[in-house]
């Protein structure tokens, strides 16, 4: 008997609850499963104007000045740059998670293989919400913006201008509908045709942003550069000042992440995708502080215009007809970020799709373009409609924590994949008992050296369907062999470093859950802060010292970039995400919450039991190679 006793009983019903929010899939599992592939057509080139046409949005067209006026002044420029430092964090561990699982369905697909399909399900529905109400938001920006052209929101065209329900209340947004429809009628073209027009759109932007800082600087050397020399000097709201524009520009390099979105469809994923997120952050970075650097030069930072810093700081020097040209940098900067947040979506239904979690109608490929066209119109129309009939723009922070849930297990998922990787693989219990035979006649069956993982006994033996299937495979009596001395010390290893990162992260709670209760008691928040500030230290220190595995070399994909400063980078990540995730506040987490009992609903009743690793078994990883080695040994 495999489990004996009370405790066997209790052990198994643990785990036919619970199992399944454990169980991880494997880092190939697509090819493994035969689903077909997505076309592998985008370069480097590519995946920068993807990634800086997703990240510059026409925030900073408007947020410099609030930012610039109520937290940072001229000190906005640093801001700017610790802002893309800390972006920076979540983008170097992205990078080795995309060379490594070269997937579709970025944060959702690593979470999934790292800490388990029950996390994995909450990353991928809450970038759902990301980017379904990301694009409505952007899509209803473009509007006013575009109505500059037409004299005002008064001459736009019927169609196209914003109208009131009679009766109901609700404004609609026509434009914003078919813009939306045009991005996706664009991306079902083909991914090669999207990144092009992308490319074109955001070199627009870009060229926008150069005129700004060119002839900024010109009229600030001109000048004098008035908005430095203020008796306030640089910092006029002190360094806490500084820290929280930090806070608020963070969001402005949210956007990289659709790159590895994408990595099923890059040409060389090793290679392209580390230069691509790394290359399109730098040039948002440089951009943003540029940019920032000269409007505050040319206008001190308390008479910006809230609403328009740019166009009003050129007018401010009798130059309004800049402001066309800047308004073209807007309407471009919001269509650019409205493709990227389009684009990601349907791949991420998709790859939940493929895994069982949501129906295989998501997970069709057409046949001639090569992309998930199925999923790209659904996605597509619903965001078209959302945009339509409602204004999203109460609902901006929930678009946050999408993201910032994302970043934070993705750095969790670093530490897990150089600590403690998965060892063992999924295996479809048809595949074990059919290449079982194969295996006994060539001496090396199953039983002699394959320890089943008791999430995947769990999910298998307590199958209603497959009772029948559990007998056979309990007939094998398992034979564990004597460990060695180093096969121990490796187990206690793993064991420690596991126990270490759940500790760092429950420190991070701690400490940063601590810091924005201020409504607590001070004595409490003070405690509450030295205690997580302990646990964190201490479980830093002990990762540092915990030699990393072995076998991180070759998990995944090996030959890619390798994250630096492990486990350093990652805990800093995982904290700063942490806090932010925190601060967004009550109003933002009781509308948040909202979608995730929905999200709970669908999976507990429709994902967990249709999940592809339902009836799974664990072996080691070693042993999985050859399993499939055989089977396909026999199929030929």
Same mark, same amino acid.
């Given at each position: 008997?495999?489990v +004996?006793?009370?405790?066997?009983e209790?052990?198994?019903?643990w785990?036919?609850e619970?199992?399944?929010?454990?169980?991880r899939?494997q880092?190939?599992?697509?090819h493994?499963?035969g689903?077909?592939?997505?076309?592998r057509k985008?370069?480097a080139v590519d995946l920068?104007?993807?990634?800086?046409?997703?990240?510059?949005?026409?925030?900073?067209?408007?947020?410099?000045?609030?930012?610039?006026r109520?937290?940072?002044?001229p000190a906005?420029?640093?801001s700017l740059?610790?802002?893309?430092?800390?972006?920076?964090?979540s983008?170097l561990?992205?990078a080795?998670?995309?060379c490594?699982?070269?997937s579709?369905?970025?944060?959702?697909?690593?979470?999934y293989?790292?800490?388990?399909?029950?996390?994995a399900?909450l990353?991928?529905?809450?970038?759902?919400l990301?980017?379904t109400?990301?694009?409505?938001?952007?899509?209803?920006?473009?509007?006013?913006?575009?109505?500059?052209?037409?004299g005002? +929101?008064?001459?736009?065209?019927?169609?196209?201008?914003?109208?009131?329900?009679?009766?109901?209340?609700?404004v609609?947004?026509?434009?914003?509908?078919v813009?939306?429809?045009?991005?996706t009628?664009?991306?079902?073209?083909?991914?090669?045709?999207?990144?092009t027009?992308?490319?074109?759109v955001t070199?627009v932007?870009?060229?926008?942003?150069?005129?700004?800082i060119?002839?900024g600087?010109?009229?600030?050397?001109?000048?004098?550069?008035v908005?430095y020399?203020?008796?306030?000097?640089?910092?006029?709201?002190?360094?806490?000042?500084?820290f929280s524009?930090?806070?608020i520009?963070f969001?402005?390099?949210?956007?990289?992440?659709s790159?590895?979105?994408?990595?099923?469809?890059?040409?060389?994923?090793?290679r392209?995708?580390?230069?691509?997120?790394?290359?399109?952050?730098?040039?948002c970075?440089v951009?943003?502080? %540029?940019?920032?650097?000269?409007?505050?030069? %040319?206008v001190?930072y308390y008479?910006l215009?809230?609403?328009?810093?740019?166009?009003?700081a050129?007018?401010?020097?009798?130059m309004?007809?800049?402001?066309?040209?800047?308004?073209?940098?807007a309407?471009t900067?919001l269509f650019?970020?409205?493709?990227?947040?389009?684009?990601p979506?349907?791949?991420?239904?998709?790859?939940?799709?493929?895994?069982?979690?949501?129906?295989?109608?998501?997970?069709?490929i057409?046949?001639?373009? +090569?992309?998930?066209?199925? !999923?790209?119109?659904?996605?597509?129309?619903?965001?078209?409609?959302?945009?339509?009939?409602?204004d999203?723009?109460q609902?901006?922070?929930?678009?946050?924590?999408?993201?910032?849930?994302a970043?934070?297990?993705?750095?969790?998922?670093?530490?897990?994949?150089?600590?403690?990787?998965?060892?063992?693989v999924?295996?479809?219990? !048809?595949l074990?008992?059919?290449?079982?035979?194969?295996l006994?006649?060539?001496?090396?069956?199953?039983?002699?050296?394959?320890?089943i993982?008791?999430?995947?006994?769990a999910?298998?033996?307590?199958?209603?369907?497959?009772?029948?299937?559990?007998?056979v495979?309990?007939?094998?009596?398992?034979?564990?062999?004597?460990?060695?001395?180093? +096969?121990?010390?490796?187990?206690?290893?793993?064991k420690?470093?596991?126990?270490?990162?759940?500790?760092?992260?429950?420190?991070?709670?701690?400490v940063?859950?601590?810091?924005?209760?201020?409504?607590?008691?001070?004595?409490?928040?003070?405690?509450?802060?030295?205690?997580?500030?302990?646990?964190?230290l201490?479980?830093?220190?002990v990762?540092?010292?915990?030699?990393?595995?072995d076998?991180r070399?070759t998990f995944?994909?090996?030959g890619?970039?390798?994250c630096?400063?492990?486990?350093?980078?990652?805990?800093?990540?995982?904290?700063?995400?942490?806090?932010?995730?925190?601060d967004?506040?009550?109003a933002?987490?009781l509308?948040?919450?909202?979608?995730?009992?929905?999200g709970?609903?669908?999976?507990?009743?429709?994902?967990?039991t249709?999940?592809?690793l339902?009836?799974?078994?664990?072996?080691p990883?070693?042993?999985?190679?050859?399993?499939h080695?055989?089977?396909a040994n026999h199929?030929a």
């Amino acid at each position: 008997m495999i489990v +004996q006793g009370g405790d066997g009983e209790r052990e198994r019903g643990w785990f036919r609850e619970f199992g399944s929010l454990i169980r991880r899939k494997q880092v190939d599992s697509v090819h493994y499963r035969g689903h077909p592939q997505l076309a592998r057509k985008l370069s480097a080139v590519d995946l920068v104007g993807i990634g800086v046409g997703a990240t510059i949005g026409a925030g900073v067209y408007i947020l410099i000045g609030t930012v610039a006026r109520e937290q940072a002044g001229p000190a906005l420029v640093i801001s700017l740059f610790i802002a893309g430092i800390a972006a920076a964090l979540s983008a170097l561990c992205y990078a080795e998670l995309a060379c490594r699982c070269p997937s579709a369905g970025s944060a959702y697909h690593y979470t999934y293989i790292c800490i388990g399909e029950g996390v994995a399900w909450l990353v991928g529905w809450s970038l759902i919400l990301e980017y379904t109400i990301g694009a409505s938001a952007v899509a209803r920006g473009i509007t006013p913006n575009l109505a500059l052209f037409f004299g005002g +929101q008064d001459n736009l065209p019927s169609f196209l201008a914003r109208h009131t329900l009679p009766g109901l209340g609700v404004v609609v947004d026509p434009c914003a509908a078919v813009l939306i429809i045009l991005i996706t009628l664009l991306l079902c073209l083909g991914i090669k045709e999207s990144s092009t027009v992308q490319s074109i759109v955001t070199t627009v932007n870009v060229s926008v942003m150069l005129f700004i800082i060119i002839v900024g600087g010109y009229l600030g050397f001109k000048t004098g550069w008035v908005g430095y020399e203020l008796p306030s000097g640089y910092f006029p709201y002190g360094v806490n000042g500084m820290f929280s524009g930090s806070a608020i520009v963070f969001f402005s390099y949210i956007g990289f992440d659709s790159v590895t979105s994408t990595a099923e469809e890059v040409k060389n994923p090793q290679r392209d995708l580390p230069i691509g997120i790394s290359t399109a952050l730098a040039i948002c970075c440089v951009l943003y502080m %540029l940019v920032s650097a000269v409007i505050v030069g %040319l206008v001190p930072y308390y008479a910006l215009n809230p609403d328009t810093p740019i166009s009003s700081a050129f007018s401010s020097y009798g130059m309004e007809w800049a402001v066309y040209i800047i308004t073209t940098g807007a309407v471009t900067a919001l269509f650019s970020s409205l493709l990227g947040s389009v684009l990601p979506q349907p791949r991420v239904f998709m790859a939940m799709a493929r895994d069982g979690l949501l129906p295989s109608f998501f997970s069709d490929i057409h046949r001639s373009t +090569q992309i998930p066209l199925k !999923s790209t119109i659904v996605t597509g129309l619903f965001a078209a409609v959302l945009a339509f009939f409602m204004d999203v723009s109460q609902l901006a922070g929930m678009v946050s924590v999408g993201t910032l849930l994302a970043f934070t297990t993705v750095a969790v998922s670093v530490l897990i994949i150089r600590y403690v990787p998965p060892d063992e693989v999924p295996i479809p219990t !048809s595949l074990l008992t059919s290449v079982d035979p194969l295996l006994r006649h060539s001496g090396d069956g199953i039983e002699e050296d394959v320890t089943i993982s008791p999430v995947g006994l769990a999910s298998y033996s307590y199958n209603n369907d497959l009772h029948d299937k559990s007998d056979v495979l309990l007939e094998h009596p398992l034979i564990i062999k004597e460990e060695t001395k180093e +096969q121990r010390s490796e187990k206690s290893r793993r064991k420690l470093a596991a126990w270490t990162i759940s500790l760092l992260c429950i420190g991070i709670l701690i400490v940063t859950g601590s810091a924005a209760a201020e409504r607590c008691p001070r004595l409490l928040r003070v405690t509450l802060f030295g205690v997580g500030v302990v646990i964190l230290l201490c479980s830093i220190i002990v990762l540092a010292c915990i030699k990393q595995d072995d076998t991180r070399h070759t998990f995944g994909h090996s030959g890619g970039f390798a994250c630096p400063f492990v486990p350093f980078l990652p805990a800093a990540c995982i904290l700063i995400n942490t806090y932010l995730l925190i601060d967004l506040g009550v109003a933002t987490w009781l509308r948040v919450s909202v979608w995730l009992l929905i999200g709970l609903l669908i999976y507990l009743f429709y994902g967990r039991t249709h999940s592809s690793l339902l009836n799974a078994i664990y072996v080691p990883s070693a042993r999985a190679d050859e399993i499939h080695r055989t089977h396909a040994n026999h199929l030929a």
